[in-house]
């Protein structure tokens, strides 16, 4: 029987340019928040620190959890990423049951609070994905075997969530799909030849198949064609970013919020904050963002296996995918769609659960030792 290590050889010293970073966006999405969601609170709760509490709430539970994460071996995760794959699709057909929020059905109610599934099935697919792509090792390179395998998960539950009117985080799941089976190996000519073009027509398709996400698609070229209607968000978010200017109004002081902008506290938060803390506060939240991305792929270059270095890619990638789509819809750079600005947005689910990878990417992080590189685990 082989000995076992002691535990503080196998764990080491947590990536705290990680850790920081992430309590740094906490702590800002809590703030703004607040800030952003005052006035809407008062006005339709008689309570401006309504959304505060929750989203305080919800931070509290999310470090918790991350916490235990941090100190749980991620290699345990296999055991129970076949039964969270399972119970994650009957979760995405449970929100049919419930009644729908602006034409979309993407949460269960559970009294008070609701529970969006398609957050918790973006990081399930990541899971997979790693075990996958670490069993099947140089298979990858295989298109039948390796690549078709992948998609084909992945475009089950992106089909699914986007059934619920959710193009957004279907795409995140599509997007973080190829970025981990290119990072495991697959051949270019797969990837690019076949997987990005199909993507990009199926993509294109899901846009401009409904009237209403065409309209979108067409509109954010030139929002003042129809300013009150599907224009009017975006119309509203250039006049918080143009009005921050360089330095912002200061803290608490935006114009927008004062139900000028449709639930600024969600996905349009990052407007408020430009409006708010100006261009340098924009680029202070960017620059924390790609701190992460650039720590979190370091993470994956030293991970100890192979498993551990997809892991790590794809948790990265789900955070850096959604920030970029974030931020590019709030300044008209693409179509308007809902992905909130990860740790910063209001929305419990999203919050807790994306706290939940991180604890699993930092203890990624403790584990370096023995690291087997995925160009040398494709090799053998």
């Not at 039964?83 to 602006?102: H, K, S, W």
């Not at 975006?234 to 000028?260: C, D, E, H």
């Amino acid at each position: 029987m082989k000995k076992r290590k002691p535990k503080g050889k196998r764990m080491g010293e947590i990536d705290y340019g990680i850790f920081c970073t992430i309590m740094l966006l906490l702590a800002v999405g809590v703030v703004m928040v607040y800030s952003a969601s005052s006035y809407y609170a008062m006005f339709h709760y008689n309570d401006s620190m309504h959304y505060l509490k929750r989203q305080v709430i919800w931070s509290i539970l999310g470090v918790g959890a991350m916490m235990f994460m941090m100190a749980l071996d991620y290699h345990k995760l296999k055991r129970y990423t076949l039964i969270a794959l399972i119970v994650t699709v009957p979760l995405l057909l449970l929100v049919f049951a419930f009644e729908g929020v602006n034409g979309a059905q993407r949460w269960i109610q559970l009294g008070p609070f609701s529970f969006q599934p398609s957050e918790l099935a973006k990081y399930v697919v990541v899971l997979y994905l790693a075990m996958f792509l670490e069993k099947r090792g140089d298979g990858v390179r295989d298109f039948k075997k390796g690549v078709i395998p992948c998609f084909f998960v992945a475009g089950i539950f992106a089909a699914l969530v986007l059934a619920e009117k959710n193009l957004s985080i279907a795409s995140v799941i599509m997007i973080v799909t190829f970025i981990m089976v290119f990072a495991a190996g697959a051949r270019n000519v797969h990837m690019f030849g076949v997987v990005a073009p199909t993507l990009v027509v199926a993509a294109l398709g899901f846009a401009l198949g409904e009237p209403y996400r065409r309209a979108r698609m067409l509109n954010f070229t030139n929002p003042w064609k129809d300013p009150a209607g599907n224009g009017y968000q975006l119309i509203q978010s250039f006049y918080a970013l143009g009005a921050g200017g360089i330095t912002g109004l200061g803290l608490g002081q935006s114009r927008q919020k004062m139900l000028y902008m449709p639930e600024p506290h969600n996905d349009f938060i990052f407007s408020i904050i430009g409006e708010e803390l100006g261009l340098i506060g924009c680029l202070i939240i960017m620059g924390l963002f790609v701190i992460f991305v650039w720590r979190g792929i370091r993470v994956a270059m030293k991970a100890k296996d192979t498993y551990g270095s997809l892991l790590a890619i794809g948790i990265t990638s789900v955070i850096a995918v959604q920030s970029i789509i974030n931020i590019a819809v709030v300044t008209g750079s693409m179509p308007v769609t809902g992905v909130p600005l990860p740790f910063i947005s209001y929305g419990g689910t999203s919050l807790v659960i994306n706290l939940i990878a991180m604890g699993i990417l930092i203890n990624i992080s403790r584990q370096t030792e023995g690291k087997e590189p995925i160009k040398k685990a494709k090799q053998q």
